[in-house]
Nanobody
């Protein structure tokens, strides 16, 4: 099982980025796939989750600005981030697993990628 993130970078406040996560090694698409982020000196935060049935959940801080989606082949997960704010600066990790904390954007018992850095300057 391997998750590889890409698409991070530096952007000015108000800008956009799209993160990608290429998943391999799965026989079936995991029940939950999502994105977490961790800013320096802060705890990890669940950002968005996309379940196998197509339903999604978002952290309140990103609702209306971030969109989680997947490619038709279901082996690539995306996170489109619009209207970025400086507080979005963090390492973003892709996660995939069989669990989901009901009603939240958090996938449980997940495998993790290595992360991709997002830096938003004001």
């Amino acid at each position: 099982v391997q998750l590889v993130e890409s698409g991070g970078g530096s952007v000015q406040s108000g800008g956009s980025l799209r993160l990608s996560c290429a998943a391999s090694g799965y026989t079936y698409r995991p029940f939950c796939m999502g994105w977490f982020r961790q800013a320096r000196g802060k705890e990890r935060e669940a950002v968005a989750a996309l379940l196998r049935d197509g339903s999604s959940s978002y952290a309140d801080s990103v609702k209306g600005r971030f969109t989680i989606s997947q490619a038709n082949a279901k082996n690539t997960l995306y996170l489109k981030m619009n209207s970025l704010k400086s507080e979005a600066t963090a390492m973003y990790y892709c996660a995939a697993g069989p669990g989901w904390l009901t009603g939240t954007p958090e996938c449980g018992s997940a495998h993790w990628g290595q992360g991709t850095q997002v830096t938003v300057s004001s």
